[in-house]
């Protein structure tokens, strides 16, 4: 678990590890798939929820296959897979927004 330190000027409740590494994901998949990305204009709002519930699903399917294997999650599985949530559903926001991504 990472230990939030906090500040008199921070108030914020994410820390920047977990903020930091949404921003990676989201980076890397837009490098990857380029227009193709969630930042792409191809996609229409039923799209990117479908991408969204993929990444979802695959958190759900960790959690399934521990119960069924009866052990418990891969909690690196599940960071990993709940960050690509959390970047698919800020990269629609950004979209949303009109942010473009400057990746130099
Ligand atoms: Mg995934």
Not at 28 to 33: D, E, K
Not at 59 to 76: Q, T
């Given at each position: 678990m990472v230990e939030k330190v906090k500040t008199m000027n921070d108030d914020r409740l994410l820390s920047e590890l977990t903020l930091g590494a949404i921003?990676?994901?989201?980076?890397?998949?837009?490098?990857?798939?380029?227009?193709?990305?969630?930042?792409?204009?191809?996609?229409s709002a039923s799209d990117r929820l479908s991408i969204l519930m993929e990444e979802v699903g695959e958190?759900?399917?960790?959690?399934?296959?521990?119960?069924?294997?009866?052990?418990?999650?891969?909690?690196?599985k599940l960071v990993i897979e709940?960050?690509?949530?959390?970047?698919m559903a800020a990269t629609w926001v950004e979209f949303l927004d009109g942010v473009i991504p400057n990746l130099g």
């Open positions: 921003n990676e994901e989201a980076t890397r998949a837009h490098i990857v798939h380029g227009d193709n990305s969630m930042m792409g204009f191809k996609y958190v759900a399917r960790e959690i399934n296959d521990a119960r069924l294997g009866r052990r418990p999650a891969d909690k690196d709940l960050i690509q949530v959390a970047a």
